[in-house]
């Protein structure tokens, strides 16, 4: 291929990109494209419903004198292992890390015969009541903050329950339980209104007399 023939050719691929160039530029100037600012066929998307739940209520405190009426010593039997890891039970029994417990239900604070009590403990006063046990059991520190006790409590009601029915057993005079609260009357239903009662139909017009023959 001579000089001139690759002259032809490359001047014929440089006038191809001319025209594409020029074309281009055209269709540009007479068409103006826009952008859309927003879909034209715009697509709902649901939201996830929400998976969080409302919380639970918690339920009702139950009254004390209901909970002993109910109260089982025997379970409670299998409760105070817990307390002889400490104390003793039996009556005349020593003091160990803890005080005896027999008779506690009714007994002074801090004033058992031959027992260190912690200053918290002497300076409390009181006696021991059902009430007063059964908070006690649940936290013993909250109760009596500062008292040589380290034992971390009876969470559940049930038990403190049983514990304390048990020992009410062991007491030469055994301290009644607390009453059961009376039940609270039931709402009594709205009256139903009367339904007014119907009106009477008024009475037919009298027939036209026969005429006289």
Known sequence: MDRFEFNKIAGAFLFGLLV?????????????????????????????????????????????GELLAK????????????????HDITKGGPNRIGPNLWG????????????????????????????????????????????KMAFAGLPRAEDRANLLAFLRTQSDNPVPFPPVPAAKPAAAAPAKAAAPAKTAAPAAPPAPAAPAK
């Not at 826009?34 to 969080?52: G, H, N, R």
């Not at 109260?71 to 292992?81: E, L, R, S």
């Open 104 to 147: 506690v239900v009714g007994r002074p604070r801090g004033k058992h015969p031959g027992f260190d009590y912690s200053k918290a403990m002497a300076t409390k006063g009181g006696s021991w009541s059902y009430q007063d046990l059964f908070t006690y059991l649940k936290d013993p520190q909250a109760f009596v903050p500062g008292n």
């Open 71 to 86: 109260a089982d010593p025997t379970k409670g039997a299998m409760v105070v292992k817990k307390c002889e890891v400490c």
């Open 20 to 64: 594409l160039v020029v074309i281009n530029n055209v269709g540009n100037i007479l068409v103006h494209p826009t952008e859309l600012k927003k879909d034209a066929y715009p697509i709902a998307v649901a939201t996830p419903a929400s998976t969080a739940t409302a919380p639970a209520k918690a339920a009702p405190e139950v009254p004390l």
